[in-house]
T-cell receptor
């Protein structure tokens, strides 16, 4: 059964810290890995990764995929309180739906 | 551009009552999904549809039914609500760019 695991499940940091969120996966077929940010409501899209070693960057957020070791990391530098959210990792396995991980709840304290 | 719209946003039901959650998308997406999200459980797929007139079971389909009579709408029904169905429900759609677009969620409490 295809599976996505995220770690840590919960993380508390202070503003200005740098954090690394982890996502590992076991799927029979891999098309892409996606990161979403979920604040109070709907998850919003951050990144889609399809190739190993190519960093995607958006402001203070960046992500990279390792298809050999089957994992991805999401980095957030100089964290702000507005980064507090649940970060979801999902894998597109060419199936009808994505496989989601449980999410990492990040709390950034002032 | 509304994207994915869910109604209602909040609802409280008594055990045994029925209700329908409506999801509407205006992006002409073929794929639509209903998920529930519970603390510590992540997003769990209830039912999904790959096109108008089609539906399929997901990971946790029991106690729910769905219909996709029109391409833009995907309805989730609870025939006899149970406290275990207290959750936040998300609808999503997916087009050719692979990514999901989520609705804003429905918080359902069954007492």
């Amino acid at each position: 059964e295809d599976k996505v695991v995220q770690s840590p499940l919960s993380l508390v940091v202070h503003e200005g810290d740098t954090v690394t969120l982890n996502c590992s996966y076991e799927v029979t077929n891999f098309r892409s890995l996606l990161w979403y940010k979920q604040e109070k409501k709907a998850p919003t899209f951050l990144f889609m990764l399809t190739s190993s070693g190519i960093e995607k960057k958006s402001g203070r957020l960046s992500s990279i995929l390792d298809k050999k070791e089957l994992f991805s990391i999401l980095n957030i530098t100089a964290t702000q309180t507005g980064d507090s959210a649940v970060y979801l990792c999902a894998v597109d396995n060419y199936g009808q739906n994505f496989v989601f991980g449980p999410g990492t709840r990040l709390s950034v304290l002032p | 551009n509304a994207g994915v719209t869910q109604t209602p946003k909040f609802r409280v039901l008594k055990t045994g009552q029925s209700m329908t959650l409506l999801c509407a998308q205006d992006m002409n997406h073929e794929y639509m999904y209903w998920y529930r999200q519970d603390p510590g459980m992540g997003l769990r797929l209830i039912h999904y549809s790959v096109g108008e007139g089609t539906t399929a079971k997901g990971e946790v389909p029991d106690g729910y039914n769905v219909s996709r009579l029109k391409k833009q709408n995907f309805l989730l029904g609870l025939e006899s609500a149970a406290p275990s169905q207290t959750s936040v429900y998300f609808c999503a759609s997916r087009g050719s760019n692979y990514g999901y677009t989520f609705g804003s969620g429905t918080r359902l409490t069954v007492v």
